[in-house]
C-alpha cells in the first residue's frame, strides 16, 4: 500500500512566512520521518517521531502526529530562500523498509 | 561528520547492457538500502540488506537486479539487463538503528 502521502504537492511563499505541508498515512506505524531533497542531491534527515509523541520540535521545524487521523504536519517557521527543497515524508509498516510519499516542493521567495 | 558514499555519480549505459552501481555505507552502520527516483517523481524503495542478505525487496527488484556486499565496506547494486524505464537516480541508504537513514548524493542512470 502506498504509505506517506504529502499535501500539497508544491507550495510558494515569502521569506519569512511558515511553510505547513501535510502528510497522510494508512496503516499503522513505529515512527514517521521527514526528510529534506535540494535538487539533484540525495535526502537528508530532518526529523522522527514516533507514533506514541504527538508533537516534536527541532530549530525551525515543528511536526506533529495524529495516529487517530493518520496523518502528520510539518512547519517551517520564519522560512528563508534556504529551504527551497523538496520535503518528504517517510513511515514504516511494522517492521519493514521506510517508505516515501511523493513529496512537497516548497519554494521561498526573497 | 560521516557520510554514504556512491560512485559514479552519473552512468550512461546501452539498453541490454549491465551496469553496477557503487556504494560505500558509513563503517558502523549494519542495514543498507538502496531507493530509486524517476525524475520529478517519488523516492522509490528496491530493496534492503542486512546481515549479508536481503531483508526485504518491492516489486520494482525483480530477477534483474541483485545486491551484494563483496566485503566489509562496499554495497552494490547490478542491474543485469537494463532498460530504458530503469533511467533514474538510484540512492544508497544506510543506518545503525533502522531508524534515521543516511543518504549519498545518488548515482543518475541514464539508459539509451
Known amino acids: 500500500s502506498q504509505q506517506g502521502e504529502e499535501d500539497p504537492q508544491a507550495l510558494s511563499i515569502q521569506e519569512g512566512e511558515n511553510a505547513t505541508m501535510n502528510c497522510s498515512y494508512k496503516?499503522?506505524?513505529?515512527?514517521l520521518q521527514w526528510y529534506r531533497q535540494n535538487s539533484g542531491r540525495g535526502l537528508v534527515h530532518l526529523i522522527l517521531?514516533?507514533?506514541?509523541?504527538r508533537e516534536k520540535h527541532s530549530g525551525r521545524l515543528r511536526v506533529t502526529l495524529d495516529t487517530s487521523k493518520k496523518s502528520s504536519s510539518l512547519l517551517i517557521t520564519a522560512s528563508r530562500a534556504a529551504d527551497t527543497a523538496s520535503y518528504f515524508c517517510a513511515t514504516d509498516e511494522a517492521g519493514t523498509a521506510l517508505i516515501f510519499g511523493k513529496g512537497t516542493t516548497l519554494s521561498v521567495s526573497s | 561528520e560521516p557520510e554514504v558514499t556512491q560512485t559514479p555519480s552519473h552512468q550512461v549505459t546501452q539498453m541490454g547492457q549491465e551496469v553496477i552501481l557503487r556504494c560505500v555505507p558509513i563503517?558502523?552502520?549494519?542495514?543498507f538500502y538502496w531507493y530509486r527516483q524517476i525524475l520529478g517523481q517519488k523516492v522509490e524503495f528496491l530493496v534492503s540488506?542486512?546481515?549479508?542478505?536481503?531483508?526485504?525487496k518491492s516489486e520494482i527488484f525483480d530477477d534483474q537486479f541483485s545486491v551484494e556486499r563483496p566485503d566489509g565496506s562496499n554495497f552494490t547494486l547490478k542491474i543485469r539487463s537494463t532498460k530504458l524505464e530503469d533511467s533514474a537516480m538510484y540512492f544508497c541508504?544506510?543506518?545503525?538503528?533502522?531508524?534515521?537513514?543516511?543518504f549519498g548524493s545518488g548515482t543518475q542512470l541514464s539508459v539509451l
Open positions: 541508504a544506510s543506518t545503525g538503528a533502522q531508524e534515521k537513514l543516511f
Open positions: 496503516t499503522s506505524i513505529n515512527n
Open positions: 540488506f542486512y546481515n549479508n542478505e536481503i531483508s526485504e
Open positions: 563503517s558502523n552502520h549494519l542495514y
Open positions: 517521531i514516533r507514533s506514541n509523541e
